[in-house]
């Protein structure tokens, strides 16, 4: 026995006895200079494994060794199938320390749906049913981990006579425990509750082990979270454990945490106590009220942080429990609890803050909201918070908290807040505020109005179409409103608002109510300011105008210079190359001149009808809902964003109701489609933006925030250090500032080593029928064109670039004679400094059709390249294909014309540029171009919106151009990108070009771009 | 329940990476990607919960490590945030002033650690001395194995 400690001393302090081939690899690993070497080695090692694995006689010391290196492997990211074999074999070794290192990399590597482990059933099951315990306690793990169904079949009858049996060790009876909640959640029906819950009451009655009782009740709650019927007989069982770690009564030294008995235990016992509904006997609801009360009003804050945590934790389960019961006592512990989660916002701990925020959003109910909202001050503060969560939950606890006395304030806040609010919030900031300015209107319609005008202005790119669709809708049947809407749209649209969104909202407007202004603004005065707009406008919005414009045409006062003004705009429109506005210009250019038709025609230029907002659910709600209902559906994740975003994309029955008597309706023939609706349906894929307002894109203020934080800190330092907390002292102080920054070399020298080399199983895809390449160098500065292209499938490409958003239509279409099926066209990966959202396709393709599918981009920050594309699909009876393809959109696409006024000018920002970034190739330019010298460079310069600035550089070989680009909008501040083209003397075909920029990704981004267009 | 269990350092290097739920290969190289840059971009002194897609990943940083549990919405997250640095401690027990080098070079060690925390995604153990027992015994029985303490039929001794 002595012999033994020591030896397990000697290894707890640094286990390198043995394995030193595993330890000369992983340092092989960390001390290689770049991914290329890092690549190398690894590529040497596999090949030495796979040696090794076709050797039928491996010593086990060999097999272990090598199973680790595979697993190191793995976790760096490297494709190590191959060996998936020889891992899962390992568990069919006869030693425990193969058995070992084989479940655990089972555990880590494979899936449940993994082939592989249906050979080692068997194997599993005789280690679970065998006598060794350790032996046992791996395979109930792995099943535990990694079971899937065939396992629940097989050996859910052994695990549960191991959890009942008392002659079973403890540390095999946990296990089981939560062995068995996996096979549950894989097949409900292993456990009956007629047969099952008497078996739980006698599991929870008999049980003194605090560790096989958090194992049970693990498992109960599983079960009832499911259906809690038939399971009412264990409600006291869980009352006694409640009531004894509350008292601390027999609660051994090991299961305090931080001199609190298990927090965990206590966490999950009134969680589970939730599933039910509250008890009848009366014994049980004082036992849990006594609980309640007691957490409710004996939790205060204490210094040490883990302690603190622990007990809030405990403090806030409580509090749920009591929003769901329903107890005699209920109103005072809800005032209790408000109480408690208020005290909450005081705590100067974010953790603290922001659980008592979701608290209070979660027990705010008709009986609480006046307690709650005592704490709306505080709250509006939070909005400000630093931290992203924490404004989260702020926004959704306003939102909860809103009725009708603080409705005012609470949008008011909302409002402010939207003018500084971060992109990763802005787009639910802006839903939640127009939900509730119009659920709280009732009487002041025109404060909703006032609000809404405000949000879509103010927020402008960040609002999906749905919330200015809805402001239609509400104003239109809304009459005292529409000469107020059509002056409010009338004085903004003088003030230069240019949000885009807002035009759109005030064309309409004027379109439909311009004619109630009065004599003091003839269509004249109106209809000028939307010419004016619609020249620096987007298509979409260029198509709204147009039907403003058309209708303002038929407005009574409405004079021939008005119309001839007209007539020529939708001439010149008749063939615009966006299909759409061409459409619309040759209608209306029809509608408003074909003298003996006018009369009919008149009746389509007709003001809308009423939208009846009364009688239907306003959409927003509807989308905030559906966001909360994709939450709560957890199943999801595992799946594409895509599931929630393709709903909207067809416009739901209650927008274009069959029947309704539209004036239209009767000429839809002679014209293609209904005009008007049409001014609803501009970008629907736009709606299905809220979907997303969670998205993963770290926001600026992060970034900006990450500057200040510590640098790299030493990996040698003791982890716990920086926080100030041992175990051994569990009153230490608080935690103090992060360490020093020591860099470590060891640490830098691993720092360039991606992670991101998933490998997929090798396939063969078709051969591409066009260059690709080729396709993509032409779309860095086409619009349109085709990005790919193969004997199956062909994806063509339309986009439209406006500011610092950018609409790319892909259209996908099927070449061959069969059904397409598994068809995604996915983003992969994502940028930061890029928003890029990307709509669902339709996994069926049917033979020759065509899909099409919005990306939406934004930019926000520099950024060096858009994410990669990923193109999948299935050929019945073939192997899957999936290719992946390049998106030519990097920063040059939000590039704008910038022309200095004098060379120092220029100087001047490319000093401050290339002070900060530049970045520098010299090229073999293409024939084509060295043959076209200059001018053919300044050509491809400004194919990539880099604005040529010809007889800046007094060298008259050499040429600059400089552009910005806005991110983040229309008042984000300019970055400029600078470019300088020098030529060689010697060698007409060769040139050095150079890029700049204060922002080092959008000096690389363009760098990229112009070099796409002039190398071969 | 808990999702996944991921660790990284400042570098974005996962140490440790464990799934409970079915995740493909493929989502969870998406997935650690996303998790770390989200993470990584966070300064300190923020509060230990982000939300990502339907999850939340709870997560915290020690020295150059950080360690991230994803739950489920509707998860207690101190609770959560509270079983990390149960963790952290018995690793802290377990090596001895445990430091990033530890977990890098005795990465095996900290799954079977992992394997006596949590199961199922559920917590399993709370007691940090019986945790070091157990570990313990299975250190023995490999080095047993080691100096050819086991029985002639390859089973290993039992604990004396």
Redesign the interface.
Known sequence: ?AS?SS??TG???G????MRGL?VF?QDI?NAPSKEHEQKRVDKELANIRKKFRNTDLSSYDKKKYV?KL??MY???YDIEFGHTMVVSLINA????EK??GY?AT??LL???HEFLRMVINSVREDIIGK?E?NQ?LA??LV???G?REFSDSIAPDVQRILCSPTCLP?VR??AA??L??LYRKNKEILVAETWAAKMVKLLDNEDD??IL??VI?LLIGIVSHDYRGYEGCIPSVCAVMQRLARARSV?Q??L?YGIP????Q?KCM?VLQYFPTPSDPDYVRSETEVIHHVLTNTGSVKNV?KN??L???L??AV?LVTNLDLPDQKSLLAESVAALGRFLDVNE??????GM?GLTRVCAPDTIKAVQSFKSKVVDKLND?????R?RALDLLYEMCDETVAKDIVDSLLRYLITADFAIREELALKTAVLAEKYSAGNARWYLDVALKLVEKAGDFISDDVWHRVVHVVTDAPELHVHAARVALEKLRLNSYEEKFVRLAAYFLGEFGHKLGASEPPFAYAKLLFEHFKTSSPTTQQIILTALAKISMHPGADDDLRGRLGMLFRQHASNKEVELQQRAVEYYVMTNVGNNSQKLRSVMDPMPEWNTGSRQSKLERHLATQNA?????V???KA?GGGAIAPIAPPPEDVEPGTPIPTMGIADLLGGAPVPRVNGNGPAAAAAGGEA?G?A?SPA??R??Q???A????????????G???GQPAAAAPSA??AAVVDP??AS??G????????APQSNPVPTINVADCLKKLYAADNGLLYEDPNVQIGVKSQWQGNQGRVMFYVGNKSPGTLTDVALEL???V?GLHARLAALPAQLEPKKQQQVLLELAAAGGYRAAPGLSLRYSVPGQAPVQVPLKLPYGPHRFMQPWRPANPQEFFAKWQEASARHSEAKVVTVAPAMAQGGLAAIQAALSSVRMTPLPGIDPNRKNLTAGSFARYGGANGAETFALARVESDANNPAVFRVTAASVDAATAGGVLEAILSQIVP | MIHFALLFSRQGKVRLSKYYKPYSQKERAKMVKEVTTQILARPSKLCNVVEHRNLKLVYRRYASLYFCLAVDDTENELIVLEIIQHYVEILDKYFGNVCELDLIFNFHKAYYILDEVLVAGELQETSKKLIARLVADQDQLVEAAKIGAVEADGTPLQNP
Not at chain 1, 262 to 265: A, E, G, V
Not at chain 1, 350 to 355: D, E, K, S, T
Not at chain 1, 630 to 634: H, I, L, P, Q, T
Not at chain 1, 753 to 760: D, E, I, P, Q, Y
């Open positions: 026995m033994f030896l397990s290894l707890s302090t286990g390198i006895l043995g330890n992983i960390r680790l697993l190191y976790m760096l990211g006869t030693k425990f320390e070992q290192v655990t555990a880590v899936n449940e749906s060794f350790h306690c109930l793990a535990a981990n990694v899937g540390v946990k296990k939560l062995c909640l996996r605090l560790g958090l194992g693990s051994p090991d299961y945490y298990s927090p965990w235990l966490v969680r883990n945590n622990a809030h934790a405990v806030f389960e749920n974010p953790n603290i803050v922001y659980l979701s630093a931290d992203i969560s924490i989260k994709e939450a709560a559906d957890a999801r994740v595992n964003r969670n993963a770290a992060a970034a925030w990450g200040v934080r510590a790299v800190v030493d990996p040698m330092s003791d982890l716990l250090s920086g926080l907390v041992h175990p992060a360490p060891l640490a691993v720092a080593m991606g992670l991101s080399t998933a490998h997929a992969t990966g994502n930061q």
